[in-house]
């Protein structure tokens, strides 16, 4: 299935082919669950620019909330206690902050203390953007360490529409981010092919060689499409796109590190304390004698322009001398 | 003993209320219950408030919860059992006193977190607006200090703007845990803030059960009519610690003072007898 192109109110500089595809995803399920309610500050004006076949068919499930993110994230709890599917739309990655409580300490823990009730449905949207000291951090990581969330960061379109559909046809909580900075002019055409839903925690494998793979690289988010342009196809490295990095694929890592005894982890957040170091310890533990080496974000605030941003998170240089010194 | 609380007057109610938290208070003395939160003294409200309700109405509360959740008509047997932390407690035992609910008697959500139970509280009111599309209303308890809470503020403010059935019943004990009202509470009454927000509030005596209960009707009516948040704010009295465990800024001069406004005072205990035993023969079985 080819993704529906959206009608476009006005022209969009910005990269939209996995926004296009998360819309895709919550339309469809919209048209077959009537729970399904779309929450967040400007969401009517968000859902009318970005997705106006939803404004058009689904007009009355799309509400629009004060500028209150963490009230907002409750009120969605409040809704799923009588059966309302929310996906609540919390715009900039970086107003998580705003709502960590709502989000860490109300949502994540509702379905545990009610075990024997039936288990809410709530999905919180986020996109990563550049921007400056407060719009264009990665809190990503940050959400791993609760128990009760699932942390979902799709790479292509077409795992995007796939996730988002699992998302609202699975009970629990997910964080689902929508990184804007993967360039829609670099995705190939069978990564824009819409599938079917796509369950969390199974991990993308691109095998470009044989059965002895140079290194094995894991990534996730815009650095799969950084690190796949740099990498080509030439290379003789396994590739593993996270998807989620809560669960996080340990099969697939564990596997292709049998296989390759090298590891290297490329990440957009910051590298300390990071998805990365999570990564790097428990294939540690689990195979010694693996190589592993870690590429991130450096632990520095976000400078106000996108070039000064780009400068942060691995390079080009970096992942090349990477991928060739062992 | 009769086997709903619909069956109870309003001081049986209130009395019931009383001897199982008394109880409970045993319990943690003695290390066998954990350091739960007790609403001694402000037994009138959850009463005299939930008995205006309809069975189908919905109440969400803080973490002070016992007393509402009695009042709400959750049998006691699963409550207790729950805020032991027992495995056959209404929610497995994983939620406590401060986190349960039970959905069969519209008892939907209290937490831990102050405030958090208002902007929650407005999104079931939003559901049941919207979403089912009933008449019912939602009754959210909360204390005094959350109003300094910006999770309240959000709360509220969503209600207005969604002009949503709830009516919020403030419980101002004048504490926030074991800090005074100076500290946190610029106005003089807690309902001046409801100004701000376009919201109609009454004021009553929280301890006058009578008193609660009839201001209570008029308000949930008003909300159920217009379909609009308002606020009964109750000024009452917390006769107890802030939770068990912990020591109470108060001296006993003061609390001495405080219980003359008991709203069970003079309440024989003979017409607590049927209750404890009752309430023993549960708490026997989990302890």
Redesign the interface.
């Known amino acids: 299935m080819q993704l529906l192109e959206q009608p476009r109110p006005v022209p969009f500089q910005r990269n939209h082919k996995i926004r296009d595809a998360i819309s895709f995803a919550i339309y469809q399920m919209m048209e077959r669950d009537p729970?399904i309610?779309l929450f967040g500050e400007g969401c009517g004006v968000k859902v009318h620019y970005d997705a106006p076949n939803i404004e058009r068919d689904f007009s009355d499930r799309v509400h629009t909330?004060?500028i209150?993110e963490?009230?907002?994230v409750?009120?969605?709890?409040?809704?799923?206690?009588?059966?309302?599917k929310p996906v609540v739309d919390i715009i900039t990655a970086d107003f998580l902050y705003r709502a960590m409580?709502?989000i860490c300490?109300?949502a994540a823990?509702l379905n545990?203390?009610?075990?024997?009730?039936p288990p809410s449905t709530i999905v919180i949207r986020a996109e990563f953007l550049t921007g400056g000291p407060t719009t264009g951090q990665r809190p990503e990581a940050l959400f791993c360490h609760i128990p009760g969330l699932d942390v979902v960061i799709p790479s292509t379109p077409r795992d995007a529409h796939g996730l988002m559909r699992n998302a609202l046809e699975t009970p629990g909580v997910t964080l689902f981010f929508e990184d804007r900075e993967i360039r829609d002019d670099l995705l190939k055409e069978t990564d824009c092919r819409i599938g079917g839903r796509l369950a969390v925690g199974y991990a993308l494998e691109r095998r470009n060689g044989n059965d002895k793979p140079d290194c094995t690289v894991v990534t996730y988010g815009l650095m799969r499409q950084v690190t796949e342009e740099v990498l080509g196809s030439t290379l003789n490295i396994d590739l593993i796109d996270l998807r989620s990095i809560y669960p996080i694929d340990w099969m697939a890592i564990r596997g292709s590190v049998r296989r390759s005894g090298k590891l290297l982890v490329i990440e957009p957040d910051v590298q300390y304390g990071g998805v990365g170091a999570e990564i790097a310890a428990t294939i540690a533990e689990g195979q010694p004698g693996v190589r592993i080496k870690r590429l991130g974000g450096r632990r520095a605030t976000i400078p106000a322009t996108a070039d000064q941003h780009r400068r942060m998170i691995p390079s080009v240089e970096e992942i090349v001398h990477a991928v060739n010194n062992w | 003993m009769p086997s709903t609380i619909g069956e109870l007057t309003l001081t049986e109610r209130m009395l019931l209320i009383r001897a199982v938290e008394d109880k409970l208070q045993e319990l943690c003395l003695d290390g066998l219950a954990g350091d739960l939160h007790f609403s001694k003294g402000q037994e009138a409200i959850s009463v005299g408030v939930c008995a205006a309700l309809r069975e189908t109405d919905y109440v969400v509360t803080h973490h002070r919860s016992i007393a509402h959740a009695i009042a709400k008509g959750v049998p006691l047997e699963p409550l207790l059992a729950e805020v032991l932390g027992k495995s056959n407690g209404m929610n497995g035992g994983l939620a406590g006193e401060m986190h349960m609910s039970y959905p069969a008697r519209r008892f939907m959500f209290c937490w831990q977190l102050v405030g958090t139970c208002v902007p929650v509280a407005a999104g079931l009111a939003w559901a049941v607006k919207n979403y089912l599309k009933t008449d019912d209303v939602v009754v959210c308890f909360h204390g005094d200090a959350a109003t300094a809470n910006a999770q309240w503020h959000e709360g509220v403010n969503l209600a207005a703007v969604q002009k949503l059935p709830l009516l919020l019943v403030c419980e101002n004990n004048h504490l926030a845990g074991n800090v005074r009202e100076e500290h946190y509470q610029p106005v003089a009454n807690v309902r001046k803030r409801m100004l701000g927000y376009g919201l109609t509030s009454f004021m009553v005596d929280g301890n006058n059960v009578v008193e609660v209960h009839e201001w209570a009707k008029e308000a949930i009516d008003l909300v159920r009519r217009e379909r609009r948040p308002v606020m009964l704010e109750c000024n009452t009295t917390r006769l107890g610690r802030h939770k068990q465990g912990q020591g109470d800024l108060r001296g006993k001069d003061e609390i001495a003072e405080l219980a003359l406004r008991d709203p069970l005072r003079g309440a024989s205990v003979e017409d607590r007898l049927p209750f404890e035993s009752q309430i023993d023969a549960i708490i026997g079985r989990y302890t």
């Open positions: 729970s309610h909330l004060p209150s963490d009230g907002n409750n009120f969605a709890v409040g809704a799923s206690l009588l059966g309302v409580d709502s300490n109300t823990k545990f203390v009610r075990p024997d009730q």
